[in-house]
């Protein structure tokens, strides 16, 4: 069979999520998003896992209804296997593991990492292979030469925080709520990114380093903060322009390099920070000047969720690629090619 109708759940961090694909066709993308962490400044393992088992039947419930789907027309359940958060996992796993006993239909397991970069074959346009793609997200900054489907290769990546990190932790130290990246870019919009300059502080290569940006901004706040206590009430616009400039400038760099090294120019982003804005006008500029192809996922599709591990999913289950009942969740998995 290769026209299957899967079921698909991602709970690697804070997001509940399910997804119905038919023959190759996403259904629907239910997301629950847990809003408990919001006023902890980021994600609290332990709830995260007690939110997951208490959102997931209604979440998978959700997805079937919505498709107008039986249970029992399911082909296959999927399931995020890692990288990500160990009890969040768990709680995917063993819900995915329960179904598809129940019903006696296999199991897929799918990379987080790698859904992220499928993501971008759930809709048109769809980029040809081979492709490299920049994944920015809260756990993660890779560059990735996607061979096909089923074949990734990660050229280069983070050697301390993700970038999501760092607009989150920057947004801490403005006192914004958690996840503070969306509220960053907001509040870009409205400021000038050239108000001020940040360190450059890159390292050689294809990897990044996130680190030291960080503790620059954490200084830059201190030392403003002594003149002027309302600092950043009064400068939020601007600091958060220029910041957020200083940022895709670093990602931009290493997306150029690894152009030039690879030679590809079909270039795709991905995860959470792909929705950023100035990442993404700063990208179409770039493919303007240099004759770059490229594809920048849906909003809903940049964030965790169910539809992109039902799309990784549906490739798995062409190729025959099943789990065993006894996979266990890997927090650290790694995309090995
Ligand atoms: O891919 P994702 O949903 O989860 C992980 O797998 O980590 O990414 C979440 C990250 C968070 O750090 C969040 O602040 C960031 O993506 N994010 C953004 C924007 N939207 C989400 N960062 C900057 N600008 C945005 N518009
Ligand atoms: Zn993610």
Same mark, same amino acid.
């Given at each position: ?19 119905i694909?038919?023959a ?14 919001? *006023? ?14 208490q ?19 399911? #082909? ?6 890692? !990288? ?10 063993? =819900?995915?593991?329960?179904m598809?006993l ?14 992220h ?7 048109d346009?769809r ?26 290769e ?21 006192? =914004? !709520? ?8 907001a ?10 300059? =940040? ?20 200084y =830059?706040?201190?030392? #403003? *903060? ?14 958060c322009?220029?910041?957020?400039a ?6 931009m ?22 929705? #950023?804005?100035g ?14 192809n490229?594809?920048?996922? *849906? ?7 169910a ?31």
């Amino acid at each position: 069979m290769t026209q299957p109708i899967i079921l698909a759940i991602e709970s690697s961090c804070d997001e509940t999520s399910a997804s119905i694909i038919q023959a190759g066709k996403v259904l629907n993308n239910v997301i629950a998003s847990q809003t408990v962490h919001q *006023k902890y400044g980021g994600v609290v393992p332990e709830l995260a896992s007690r939110a997951h088992q208490q959102q997931i039947y209604s979440v998978v419930n959700e997805a079937l209804t919505s498709a107008g789907m039986q249970v029992r027309q399911l #082909n296959a359940i999927a399931f995020t296997r890692g !990288p990500g958060l160990l009890g969040s996992l768990l709680v995917g796993v063993s =819900f995915a593991k329960g179904m598809a006993l129940g019903l006696q239909v296999p199991l897929l397991e799918v990379n987080h990492m790698e859904a992220h970069v499928l993501a971008h074959f759930i809709d048109d346009p769809r980029p040809a292979f081979p492709f490299l793609c920049l994944t920015v997200s809260g756990g993660h900054t890779q560059l990735v030469v996607v061979h096909d489907y089923l074949t990734m290769e990660v050229i280069g990546e983070t050697r301390d925080d993700a970038i999501g990190e760092a607009f989150d932790k920057a947004a801490k130290m403005m006192d =914004f !709520p958690y996840p503070g990246g969306p509220l960053i870019d907001a509040y870009a919009k409205e400021g000038n990114p050239k108000a001020f300059s =940040f360190p450059h502080t890159a390292i050689p290569g294809l990897d990044f380093s996130f680190s030291g940006i960080k503790t620059a901004f954490l200084y =830059f706040l201190r030392d #403003n *903060k002594k003149t002027e206590p309302r600092f950043v009430e009064i400068n939020k616009n601007d600091i958060c322009a220029s910041l957020q400039a200083h940022l895709v400038n670093m990602v931009m760099e290493k997306l150029k390099l690894a152009v030039e090294q690879t030679g590809i120019n079909h270039v795709a982003i991905a995860g959470g920070v792909a929705a #950023n804005s100035g990442l993404r006008k700063s990208l179409q500029i770039q493919a303007d000047q240099a004759g770059w192809n490229v594809f920048m996922p *849906k909003f809903e599709y940049c964030t965790d969720n169910a539809a992109m591990i039902a799309i990784a999913a549906h490739y798995k289950f062409v190729a025959k690629r099943f789990a065993s009942l006894e996979v266990a969740p890997a927090a650290n998995l790694v995309i090995s090619g």
